[in-house]
């Protein structure tokens, strides 16, 4: 069986600096290191990266979230260093939630990144809906929300959505 391991929006923005969160930064070595062990036994890595234009402000998204962030070609916008496995796929998504990963096989996949209640949720709950029979995780160790109420709660929806929640 396919094994894939999808790093959500691990981008400078998230972590330390438009909206970024001491939760964020803390995840990051694991984040770091659960990459490189899926990567040592064999996994699929695909890598998302919220994307906006210079026009967001003026988006529906800018509109509720007035806060400039992963502007295209910026240092926010790139994925933290050190995170990134060269050759691995990115999906560049402009918004929370990528809404072809229909276009992938995905039969047993495990999700981490940011931010756990938009855009991990967002995903897992996607792929859950397209890939029914597959095996999905969040690992909740590799995972911040935009607060730490807000992050437990999406842990919670996931699991009422058959997405298994791992990690101590």
């Known amino acids: 069986m396919k094994k894939t391991l999808i790093v959500v929006d691990m981008q400078n923005d998230f972590i330390d600096m438009a909206l970024g969160t001491p939760e964020a930064v803390a995840i990051v070595p694991r ?3 659960k990459i490189q062990a899926c990567r040592d036994a064999g996994y699929e890595i695909i890598y998302t990266r919220d994307t906006h234009g210079t026009e967001y402000l003026s988006t529906p998204e800018g509109k509720k979230l007035p806060v ?3 502007i ?3 240092k926010g916008w790139e994925i933290a260093e050190g995170l990134y496995i060269p050759g691995c796929k990115i999906i560049d998504k402009p918004n929370f939630g990528w809404p072809h990963w229909y276009q992938e096989v995905l039969e047993d996949v495990e999700l981490i990144g940011l931010c756990t209640d938009i855009c991990v949720v967002s995903n897992a709950l996607i792929i859950k809906a397209t ?3 597959a095996a999905v995780k969040v690992d909740k160790t590799c995972c911040a929300g935009v607060t730490p109420e807000s992050h437990e709660a ?3 929806t996931m699991q009422m959505c058959q997405i ?3 990690g101590a």
């Open 131 to 133: 890939f029914p029979d």
């Open 31 to 33: 984040v770091k290191a």
């Open 154 to 156: 999406a842990l919670t």
């Open 164 to 166: 298994d929640i791992v």
């Open 68 to 70: 400039e962030h992963c």
């Open 72 to 74: 295209r070609g910026t």
